[in-house]
T-cell receptor
Framework: GNSVTQMEGPVTLSEEAFLTINCTYTATGYPSLFWYVQYPGEGLQLLLKATKADDKGSNKGFEATYRKETTSFHLEKGSVQVSDSAVYFCALAGANSKLTFGKGITLSVRP | EAGVAQSPRYKIIEKRQSVAFWCNPISGHATLYWYQQILGQGPKLLIQFQNNGVVDDSQLPKDRFSAERLKGVDSTLKIQPAKLEDSAVYLC????????????FGPGTRLLVL
């Protein structure tokens, strides 16, 4: 079946540091890939997505590239802010649109 | 455009009691999902509706959980009787009818079973 593996957390960074959060997946067919973010006290929000190989999703300074050869969808941001502190979930959707999530990783950004 | 609405936001019950959650999806969204998110884990799909029909309920513990989507709009998820391990956040999401459409999530209902 489909599965998503995220790097272990939590991650703590200083403001303006570079961020990479690793995500790899196992899936049959051609899934779509997503990053969702959950800010403290709020619901899940779509951060970015990519629907086919080599697509790059981007939003709010975050980027992730759909790498079929390495089955990865790593999230990056060049300069994090305190307001980026949240829980980040990598997810995939197969042909039936069912979302499979990773465990999530907590990011804390220090001023 | 209004987002996915859920109520209540919080609920505390004792084990063996029953509880119900309500979800109103984004207007026009044909597909509705219920997820269970246990602390420290990613959301897990419980049931998926397309209009008022069930598409996938393979992960729904049917001995105690039930869900319905009358008229293909609002949905309710019920737990009866609740167990301690049902303590979690219950998320509702909705999407359009196409394949791999983006899902939009509600704020969730946080359930604590004592």
């Amino acid at each position: 079946g489909n599965s998503v593996t995220q790097m272990e957390g939590p991650v703590t960074l200083s403001e303006e540091a570079f961020l990479t959060i690793n995500c790899t997946y196992t899936a049959t067919g051609y899934p779509s890939l997503f990053w969702y973010v959950q800010y403290p006290g709020e619901g899940l929000q779509l951060l970015l997505k990519a629907t086919k190989a080599d697509d790059k999703g981007s939003n709010k300074g975050f980027e992730a590239t759909y790498r079929k050869e390495t089955t990865s969808f790593h999230l990056e941001k060049g300069s994090v802010q305190v307001s980026d502190s949240a829980v980040y979930f990598c997810a995939l959707a197969g042909a039936n649109s069912k979302l499979t999530f990773g465990k999530g990783i907590t990011l804390s950004v220090r001023p | 455009e209004a987002g996915v609405a859920q109520s209540p936001r919080y609920k505390i019950i004792e084990k063996r009691q029953s509880v119900a959650f309500w979800c109103n999806p984004i207007s026009g969204h044909a597909t509705l999902y219920w997820y269970q998110q246990i602390l420290g884990q990613g959301p897990k799909l419980l049931i998926q509706f397309q209009n008022n029909g069930v598409v996938d309920d393979s992960q729904l513990p049917k001995d105690r959980f039930s869900a319905e989507r009358l008229k293909g709009v609002d949905s309710t998820l019920k737990i009866q009787p609740a167990k301690l391990e049902d303590s979690a956040v219950y998320l509702c999401a909705s999407s359009g009818q196409g394949i791999q459409e983006t899902q939009y999530f509600g704020p969730g209902t946080r359930l604590l079973v004592l």
